[in-house]
């Protein structure tokens, strides 16, 4: 599958797959060291877990006994929400290493501008605290690239405005009928790639008759036109499966949607987990 070689160029110039494997709501031990054990050995190398998930031993164990090297893997990490002071986020960052048993992290990303707790708490002080944080480890060598999760342009203009270096990675909730068009067309003109969580609308898409309709056009499945719509964005989604056909299943996307239907699926604005 062409699609999981793939990859984009972040604005370092570190190589990112296209397509990795979201571990969210995936719980710790079998289901877990099995979906990336899976995901691996049908050539996903790019994997994304987080301290919040609390599955972090599981993916540096399945990722250990894969046989893969570890240098041809790309996994990303989370700094927990709550997390808004330079020292916390060293000492996170140090407690995610020793979960996932690594040397180095290829990415590292701020996990939410506010406390999940808490969503649209004022944080923008923390934030900058933290980021200085993520620009010392990277610095020192320790992740290949940093960023953030969940940021709007607002808190985006507030760590670059007030630090060094511009996150390579803007991690967000993106798929038809929620595609974040100020937010992506922001993160493009700053060079940030978007990372799409969610890609499925966490399943609800999969029943909208529009891409239904369209799966059948392209002799997919609705899970795959999904996905490929998030390429065709220029994002890089990242589809959640425990299960070994839906994991190969999500990968098998070396097609293309025409421009016209991408502006077609544009045009869903209502975010499908409402459907029903």
């Known amino acids: 599958m062409k699609t999981l070689t793939d990859v984009f160029v972040l604005s370092n110039g570190v190589k990112m797959p296209k397509i990795g494997l979201g571990t969210w709501q995936i719980a710790d031990g079998d289901d877990c060291y099995n979906s990336v054990r899976y995901a691996l050995k049908h050539g996903y190398r ?24 570890r240098e041809e893997i790309f996994v990303t990490s989370k700094l ?47 934030n900058i605290e933290a980021w200085k944080a993520f620009e010392k480890i990277y610095k020192d060598g320790r992740v290949r690239a940093i ?42 003109s700053k060079n940030i790639l978007v990372e799409a969580y969610s890609p499925l609308a966490i399943g609800f898409a999969l029943s909208n008759p529009h891409i239904m309709d369209m799966a059948k056009k392209y002799n997919k499945t609705p899970a795959q036109i999904c996905i490929r719509y998030c390429i065709e964005k220029g994002t890089a989604p990242l589809p959640k499966s425990t299960h070994e056909n839906r994991i190969i ?28």
């Open 249 to 276: 299943e999500n990968a098998s996307v070396d097609f293309e949607i025409s421009s016209e239907d991408v502006l077609f699926l544009d045009g869903i604005k209502d975010d499908p987990r409402r459907w029903s």
């Open 46 to 69: 790019h994997i994304d877990t987080a301290a919040a998930y609390r599955n972090e031993k599981s993916v540096g164990k399945a990722i250990r006994d894969s046989g893969v090297p």
């Open 80 to 126: 927990q929400s709550h997390i808004k002071t330079y020292e916390g986020a060293l000492e996170a960052f140090e407690q995610t290493m020793k979960e996932l048993e690594f040397d180095y992290l290829d990415l590292y990303l701020i996990h939410a501008p506010w406390p999940w707790n808490e969503i649209g708490k004022d944080c923008k002080a923390g």
């Open 147 to 188: 960023g953030v999760s969940n940021f709007n342009v607002d808190d985006l203009e507030n760590v670059i405005k007030n630090t060094e270096i511009i996150p390579h990675v803007n991690q967000i909730s993106f798929f038809i009928g929620n595609n974040q068009e100020e937010t992506h067309h922001y993160c493009k």
